[in-house]
T-cell receptor
Framework: DTGVSQNPRHKITKRGQNVTFRCDPI?????LYWYRQTLGQGPEFLTY????????KSRLLSDRFSAERPKGSFSTLEIQRTEQGDSAMYLC?????????????FGPGTRLTVL | AQSVAQPEDQVNVAEGNPLTVKCTYS??????LFWYVQYPNRGLQFLLK??????LVKGSYGFEAEFNKSQTSFHLKKPSALVSDSALYFCAVRANTGGFKTIFGAGTRLFVKA
């Protein structure tokens, strides 16, 4: 158990609906990352936060995607007007960037299916 | 731009034999390199990392990896494979300057036969 939790674990929605996912990182970790993973591919970087600041966003992240980490603890990823191409596993990871610690600890993911 | 290549979709080895899972990378500046493993229905787990120093790094479950700067490679190795090592392995790279965006390879599926 890595200590990163994600909810829900599965989400089925109809095209055009909005969805929101939550990630709770390991409590002392100051960095939080979101990735998307499709079948047969590695995790694809979406965005990351240091504390509450969103420091980088992938160009793949369209305007329909938004992420927040309001108090520097949990984070939410919202997808508006979902499309079938959004179907994927959405992964959250956290890390503690201090003293050489750079590895990320991943949650179990949220599997999104857009019908 | 950062990139990672894992040239083998699948690696098959017999239990007890040594295994190698290949990874090459491209990054501006010096790299931070990582290996992660993904078991079925479980999240990615960290195996090992190269940040600086000794080119041979040792990690969890008896795995090790060798950083080769001239060949821009970071191959994962284990002297004696176990059936329980069967999983999906991902190599990842991050530049040590300017940001913390981590790029993952497409993954290599390892099958260890008894």
């Amino acid at each position: 158990d890595t200590g990163v939790s994600q909810n829900p674990r599965h989400k089925i929605t109809k095209r055009g609906q909005n969805v929101t996912f939550r990630c709770d990182p390991i409590s002392e970790h100051n960095r939080l990352y979101w990735y998307r993973q499709t079948l047969g591919q590695g995790p694809e970087f979406l965005t990351y936060f240091q504390n509450e600041a969103q420091l980088e966003k992938s160009r793949l992240l369209s305007d329909r995607f938004s992420a927040e980490r309001p108090k520097g603890s949990f984070s939410t990823l919202e997808i508006q007007r979902t499309e079938q191409g959004d179907s994927a596993m959405y992964l959250c990871a956290s890390s503690l960037v201090a003293g050489g610690h750079n590895e990320q600890f991943f949650g179990p993911g949220t599997r999104l299916t857009v019908l | 731009a950062q990139s990672v290549a894992q040239p083998e979709d699948q690696v098959n080895v017999a239990e007890g034999n040594p295994l190698t899972v290949k990874c090459t990378y491209s990054v501006s500046g010096n790299p931070y390199l990582f290996w992660y493993v993904q078991y079925p229905n479980r999240g990615l787990q960290f195996l090992l990392k190269y940040i600086t120093g000794d080119n041979l790094v040792k990690g969890s479950y008896g795995f090790e990896a060798e950083f080769n700067k001239s060949q821009t490679s970071f191959h994962l190795k284990k002297p004696s494979a176990l059936v329980s090592d069967s999983a999906l392995y991902f190599c990842a790279v991050r530049a040590n300057t300017g940001g913390f965006k981590t790029i993952f390879g497409a993954g290599t599926r390892l099958f260890v036969k008894a």
